[in-house]
C-alpha cells in the first residue's frame, strides 16, 4: 500500500497548495484516515464478510473528507461494526453486501430493490462486499461504490436515484454471471483519487 499511501500524500500537498483565496473550504477536500483497525476488530467484523477481510484496514484504515461536491468515504472498522450493531433502521447496515451497502447509504430507504428477486439480491451481497463509495461535481444524487469480489479483484458500481434500471442492467445483472472487478484495491483507489483530485481542480479553474 506504499504507493496509495504517497498518492493521498500527493493529494492532500496538492490541495493545501492551491491559492489563499479558495483556502475558506479547501480543507473539506484533504482525506484523512480514520484509524486502523485492531486484531480484535478484524475478527469481530470476519463473520460478516464471509470472505477474508482485506489487509487494508490494517493498513491504511477508514478514508474520508468533509467535501459534499467531491466526497470520499471508506468507513473504518470501528464505523461498520457500529453501523452492522445499530437497531435504527436507517442508520443499520444490514450486511457487507454491496447491495447493502448502497441501501445503507440511502437511509435503506431505495424500494426500487424490492422489485428484484431475493435470491438475486442475496447472490450479489454474499459475492460483492462494499467497502465505501466516492461522489463526484456536487452529484448528491448519484455515488460510485466501491466493492470486491472473492478474488479480491475491485470495481466501481455507479447509481443514480434516478437510474435505477442503469444500475440492475449495466453494473448489478452481469454480476449474477460473472464477476465485473478487475482491479487492485491500490489501482482502483488510485483512480478515484486521480478522478477526485482532477475534478477539484477544473471546479476551481472555472471560479
Excluded at 447491495?99 to 447472490?123: C, L, M, T
Excluded at 460473472?178 to 483507489?189: F, M, V
Amino acid at each position: 500500500m506504499d504507493v496509495l499511501k504517497a498518492r493521498i500524500k500527493e493529494f492532500n500537498e496538492a490541495i493545501a497548495n492551491l491559492p489563499d483565496e479558495d483556502s475558506d473550504y479547501l480543507h473539506y477536500f484533504g482525506i484523512e484516515s480514520t484509524g486502523l483497525a485492531s486484531a480484535e476488530q478484524l475478527n469481530e467484523l470476519l463473520p460478516f464478510f464471509d470472505m477474508e477481510v482485506p489487509a487494508y484496514y490494517q493498513q491504511i484504515g477508514g478514508l474520508r473528507n468533509d467535501s459534499e461536491d467531491y466526497h470520499l468515504n471508506i468507513p473504518s472498522v470501528s464505523t461498520l461494526l457500529e453501523e452492522l450493531k445499530a437497531e435504527r433502521n436507517s442508520d443499520k447496515r444490514y450486511s457487507m453486501g454491496l447491495i447493502d451497502a448502497i441501501k445503507h447509504s440511502w437511509g435503506n430507504d431505495r424500494p426500487e430493490f424490492q422489485h428484484i428477486s431475493p435470491v438475486e439480491i442475496d447472490y450479489i451481497n454474499a459475492n460483492y462486499k462494499c467497502i465505501g463509495f466516492y461522489r463526484y461535481d456536487g452529484q448528491l444524487e448519484e455515488a460510485f461504490y466501491i466493492y470486491f469480489d472473492a478474488q479480491h479483484q475491485f470495481g466501481l458500481a455507479r447509481y443514480h436515484q434516478d437510474e435505477f434500471d442503469e444500475l440492475w442492467e449495466e453494473h448489478l445483472t452481469p454480476m449474477l454471471t460473472k464477476s465485473q472487478a478487475d482491479k487492485s484495491l491500490e489501482q482502483l483507489l488510485i483512480q478515484v483519487l486521480d478522478c477526485l483530485e482532477e475534478g477539484i481542480m477544473n471546479d476551481l479553474d472555472e471560479d
